[in-house]
């Protein structure tokens, strides 16, 4: 942990497992980019959240994970939140267990 609290991995890491041991269907979701010997490479969607799945209720959910303090969102991840809730699904920003606890109470 630093000043800023827990590192943003530190956060995804927590998230990820609370929600699975709370019987939500979810998974990693890697975005980014990679160089090969013919130039770079994306894969994932841009802005798109650290942690996509499927709520016991059937809901699409989605987690973007910030470090405990100081995490910015995005305008493409606000976005990608922004249209998961107009399809009425759950959009989270979690920067701690905590965090999505809170938010989640009542759903899970």
Request: glycine share 12%.
């Amino acid at each position: 942990m630093t000043d800023k609290g827990a590192r943003e991995d530190e956060v995804l890491r927590d998230c990820l497992a609370y929600l699975q041991l709370n019987g939500v269907y979810c998974w990693r979701n890697n975005t980014g980019a990679t160089k090969t010997a013919h130039g770079f490479v994306r894969y994932g969607k841009v802005g798109s959240s650290d942690i996509l799945g499927i709520l016991p209720n059937g809901k699409f959910i989605a987690v973007e994970c910030k470090r405990e303090k100081g995490g910015v969102v995005s305008e493409k991840q606000k976005e990608f939140l922004g249209m998961i809730v107009k399809n009425q699904g759950v959009a989270i920003v979690a920067n701690s267990i905590e965090s999505l606890q809170e938010k989640l109470n009542g759903i899970i």
